[in-house]
């Protein structure tokens, strides 16, 4: 989960790495007022979206009076910004920070992750920053360059010295070793899985600054780390998927009319490509989870039930472990025995207790149609899918 | 013989006493996997479905023999309890707990460095060696024993995928569920170079998906070596929407990178049989086995 950007700022800030001075409004008026507060020849006024790529989309804007940071902010607050990251229905700005604009002498990026191989943090940086980086990032992977980055020693800042001098970020070292350990102090001690500061600036008078700064929480830390879980900026979930949650499923809604419903991250992956190859739209991804309970399945199947894009359901279920083949049959029964809206079921069910779910489904009256593979399932609800929408 | 685990497998289960503990232990039992005691912190002494408990992962092994265990706790206890078993000397321990936490992973694998210990997991359905060990959270009812190395990072998909393989006649030598976390233990490559050396095993298949970059690395390994056995891969989510976390964590990478296509291109490019879809699987197998006939009766 990503904070906003004036959030992740504040935060890496309380372990010394600077950023511009800037405050977060949320109506016009209230940045105009700000500007007071802030220390600027010139001010930069800036959507908080939990999306990148906002700069190349319009949602950064450059103003040189107190009345003009008023008039940007009118422009950003309640529109809605689309990047390639938002998805197309885009994120719609309720909060801008104001900023001092700073005069940058040199733009580039830093960011600390863990190493996958060693699960040990790691820093990568680039000697390009903003938006070029950002572009170049996207045509090739390894724009930027990583390098292990040990807790805080005297090696350690040798280390970082000499990689920062093979990335090309030379001037004012010192200062941006100073960051890169505060940031990796910040790391550390908020279960962040992700630090990227881009840029990572250097002013004329030789300060290194976070001029945009984005923090990934681990929400699996959430049980300990409950401060952040008020603060969280990731774009917000549809109702659907919330529910869906609550109940141990993995929603992703798509834009498509076959309503999915797999036991499995892999499996839900695997029947959707098998319905796009087969000329069909999913309406959604669904996992439900190995512990998931015949309640847990039946929300699930209930919120597939309640969607009116959705013309036919595809069920792909493999039972196995805590979550065997009856257990999801039941759970769909349950959802169809209160339902008014009886969709169509194409299902393919394999695995423990497959032979009892088969049952259950038919003995319920649940309108089923069974199919001995998943690609008959596939060829099958495609094909009912495509004669529902003609209709 | 095997990879990691067999019918010498002694194992011991870190939470054995709760609810899914309890289950999965009295289900590796019933499969015949050996079974020779249960850790939890103030029950040692006491006895769970028959066998012995202990306080601590140490005395466990020290009464026990036991070279392998199952860590099946809550998440906040999953990095602690996986920490413990490596410095007791387990030989393996597979980790099926759902959403251990990022920096608690990087703790246990620093536990884990330069030691001998193989880690599976977490977030795991475990590994199996049908008709020998079952360590995990898999339905046993499809597996029949074989040649077939299974290496994956989903539960049921895999799961599915055995049922397939079984039905078509082609058993299983061990199938490893790597587990679909961004930091976890062995991965695709350790599993390749182990089969590799497992005389029972005659050919590979990987089970991928979108993120990470296990099938990149496992593609560049594949190259850098004369395998000798042929490798089936399917890698799904290729049309999974980009920039969403699809089930596994492991699926959105915070570094971008791992689109399902380019690790198709880099499989095929180090020879190995891309299985187009799910129900692909097995024909890929006989494919890639027929490209490789002598490789395969030489061995």
């Known amino acids: ?62 103003a040189a009076t107190p009345s003009a940071v008023a008039d940007e902010a009118r422009r950003l607050l309640g529109s809605t910004l689309v990047t390639d990251q938002t998805g197309p229905a885009g994120e719609t700005v309720t909060i801008v920070q104001v900023e001092a604009a700073i005069d940058i002498a040199q733009s580039c990026f830093v960011a600390i992750a863990f190493a996958p191989e060693t699960g040990q943090p790691m820093l990568l940086a680039s000697s390009a920053g903003g938006v070029e980086f950002e572009q170049r990032a996207r045509m090739d992977e390894d724009t930027a360059q990583s390098c292990p980055l040990s807790p805080d020693s005297p090696e350690a800042r040798a280390e970082i ?41 250097r002013t004329s008078d030789g300060r290194w600054i976070a001029v945009d700064a984005k923090v990934a929480i681990d929400p699996n830390a959430s049980f300990r780390r409950p401060e952040f879980a008020s603060m969280v900026a990731d774009r917000p979930a549809p109702a659907d998927e919330l529910a869906a949650q609550k109940h141990n499923i993995n929603l992703v809604r798509l834009d498509g009319n076959i309503g999915v419903i797999a036991n499995g991250a892999g499996l839900g992956l695997a029947t959707n490509d098998m319905i796009m190859d087969a000329g069909g739209k999913p309406a959604n991804f669904m996992d439900i ?11 699930g199947v209930e919120i597939l039930l309640a969607d009116d894009r959705v013309s036919a359901i595809l069920l792909t279920i493999h039972g196995g472990g805590m979550t065997s083949a009856d257990t999801v049959a039941e759970g769909v029964n349950f959802a169809y025995a209160k ?7 194409i299902a393919y069910i394999s695995g423990k207790h497959a032979d009892w779910g088969h049952r259950i489904l038919r003995e319920r009256k649940v309108p089923v149609e069974s199919c001995d593979t998943l690609s008959a399932a596939v060829g099958r609800v495609v094909e009912l899918a495509g004669q529902r ?3 | 013989m095997a990879i990691f685990v067999n019918s010498e497998t002694r194992l011991i289960v870190q939470g054995m006493t709760g609810r899914s503990g ?14 020779v005691g249960g850790v939890r912190p103030g029950k040692g002494g006491a006895r769970h479905l028959g066998l012995p408990l202990f306080n601590t992962v140490r005395e466990a092994a020290e009464s026990t023999q036991a070279n392998a265990s199952l860590v099946i706790v809550p998440a906040p206890q999953a990095g602690p309890a996986m920490i413990e078993a490596i410095e007791a000397g387990i030989g393996v321990v597979v980790c099926v707990t759902e959403r251990v936490p990022q920096h608690d992973m990087s703790r246990v694998k620093q536990a884990l460095a330069g030691t001998d210990t193989v880690l599976i997991g977490p977030n795991s359905q475990g590994i199996l060696t049908p008709g020998q060990c079952k360590i995990g959270v898999m339905p046993t009812v499809n597996a029949l024993p074989g040649h077939i190395g299974i290496a994956s990072r989903s539960a049921s998909l895999t799961s599915e995928i055995l049922a397939q393989c079984s039905k078509a006649g082609l058993g299983q030598s061990t199938t490893v569920g790597i587990g679909g976390d961004t930091l ?57 929407p980009r920039g969403r976390r699809m089930g596994h964590a492991g699926t959105l990478s915070v570094l971008g990178g791992g689109t399902a296509e380019d690790k198709i291109a ?11 879809h799910a129900d692909d699987v097995v024909a890929a197998v006989a494919r890639a086995t027929a490209k490789a006939p002598q490789k395969a009766a030489a061995r």
């Open chain 1, 161 to 201: 010295a000499s990689f920062l001098t093979g990335v090309g970020i030379t001037e004012a070292q010192s200062t941006a070793i100073d960051a890169i350990f505060a940031a990796r102090h910040a790391f550390t001690e908020n279960d962040m899985t992700l630090i990227e500061i881009n840029p990572f600036a």
């Open chain 1, 1 to 62: 989960m990503f904070l906003a950007e004036y959030q992740s700022k504040e935060l890496l800030a309380q372990y010394g790495v600077l950023a511009p001075d800037g405050r977060p409004a949320r109506s016009p008026d209230e940045a105009q007022r700000l500007c007071k507060e802030i220390d600027a020849r010139k001010y930069v006024v800036k959507a908080q979206i939990g999306a990148g790529g906002r700069g190349l989309a319009g949602g950064i804007r450059f």
């Open chain 2, 184 to 240: 976890h233990g062995v991965g695709f490559v350790d599993c390749l170079k182990a089969f590799r050396d497992d005389p029972e095993t005659e050919a590979v298949v990987l089970i991928g998906e979108i993120g990470g970059r296990g099938e990149e690395e496992a593609a560049a390994y594949l190259e850098s070596v004369d395998y000798g056995k042929p490798v089936v891969a399917l890698v799904v989510g290729r049309h999974a």
């Open chain 2, 266 to 276: 880099r499989l095929r490019a180090a020879g190995v049989e891309i299985a187009v």
């Open chain 2, 22 to 35: 309890t289950f999965y232990t009295d289900e590796a039992i019933r499969y015949g996997t050996t079974c």
């Open chain 1, 289 to 299: 989870r190995t512990t998931a309970s015949s309640m847990d399945v039946a929300r």
């Open chain 1, 339 to 345: 339902a008014t809206r009886k969709l169509p079921v």
């Open chain 1, 389 to 391: 929408r003609a209709r």
